[in-house]
């Protein structure tokens, strides 16, 4: 499929919809929400998969993401500025624990700072012993590269978790690259040495887990592989006890095709899973765009599971490897949690045939990518006011519903063309106002590079916004 056309592309795979991908990437809640072809009856609360970490203790294969927690909006904290509804947070908690999830994974930056302390409210008035919390060393900006200051996030970490100890604490993004205290850019290899090796905090933190204060010590990895396999040549040293990795169905085999800057997680997995070290899994449904697939994809896995989540396939995808821990998903809503509990209670894991099935539809995916954005918000704030995420997430939307057209030779169009045309034209920019402020739209971008260093995926975000803006500009023209 290497040389397939955009019309091609459009025909096979754009013609769904992405309302409840939206829904699942932490956006507004319409009304009536409900997930497409969902599963329907009872939750079970007896069947969840556990697996068990290094030290024999069980894990549910389900676990929370704290990352989208609600807001007293209706919305997710994950995006807005805007005070998070803890009675809401507290009641999905006692939800997923009563229906069998006890593992929490959160970190000082999500949601804008409040979700450890969230966390840790609606975790407290729980025995210590029926829940598992992660957190991370999020030690992202120069000013707290120092031992002291990094020491201090992880002792905030316990103070707003109300815990003596965290069961798992990774070393938070490593493989990025990031700026001094001047504003130079240093590479990845630099940014992982200053953070972590050159302050002595890693060495800290494995005294931390000698003491218990740590139970399982591992990282998050996103964008350089070189940092990956630095931080798998440690092993012998560090003993990781889990890493957290980006892992779909379509990153799988795909992520590179889609963004060279990325790596498959085939290798991330086979990696850690020749070391025996446990995977976390990080965005199964590629940041909500694997909620909800084209009529073409739906179709074929409608006829293999009529009531199950087209949601519910990616999940069962992550969770299916052995080495994997657990699959984490940031569920705002009480729709996702008892969608996704359904779909691990217990877990059925992919046969061949449906293994080939979802590389067959990922294989057509990543042969016309849409911007590998996963909304989690890291290059925001833009100082020149662009919502960034936005941005990329109306133009996947449009790609996705087939209102990406080709503008360069309109004079060579059709009658029928024409007015397929003009009903994308207009599909797109009336929604682009709708979804992004004019203010905060692609031509505002002045190409500062401020948030490619902060993108864990390596976009680069500048270049993108000139080409949605200069074809946002095409469309204009061609009235």
Known sequence: MKDISRRQFLKVFGAGTLATAAVAAGCDHPKNVKTEGGQLGEVPTDKMTYRTDQHGEKVSLLGYGMMRLPTIEGKSGREQDMELDQDQINKLVDYAIAHGVNLFDTAPPY????????????????????????????????????????????????????????????????????????????????????????????????????????????????????????????HDKVHWNHVLIQHSFVDYRHAKQMNESNTNSEYLYGEADKRGIPCFVMEPLLGGRLAELNEHATQQLKEREPDASIASWAFRFAGTMPRILTVLSGMTYMEHLQDNIRTFSPLKPLNEEEFALLENIASVYADYPMVPCTSCQYCMPCPYGIDIPSVFQHYNRCLNEGHIVEADDIDEKTSSEMRAYRKARKAFLVGYDRSVPKLRQADHCIGCNHCVSHCPQTINIPEEMRRIDQYVETLKRNS
């Open 111 to 234: 949601c804008k700072g409040r979700s450890e302390q969230a966390t840790g409210i609606a975790l407290s008035r729980y025995p210590r012993s029926s829940w598992r919390v992660s957190t991370k060393m999020s030690n992202f900006s120069p000013t707290t590269w120092s031992f002291e200051k990094s020491k201090a996030i992880f002792e905030n970490s316990l103070k707003y978790l109300q815990t003596d100890y965290v069961d798992f604490l990774m070393i938070h993004s490593v493989g990025g690259t990031s700026r001094d205290a001047n504003g130079n850019t240093l590479s990845s290899m630099e940014t992982f040495e200053r953070r972590f090796i050159d302050n002595g905090i890693l060495e800290w933190l494995m005294e931390q887990r000698d003491k218990g204060r740590i139970r399982n010590l591992g990282f998050s990895y996103h964008g350089d592989i070189a940092v990956f396999d630095r931080c798998m040549a440690m």
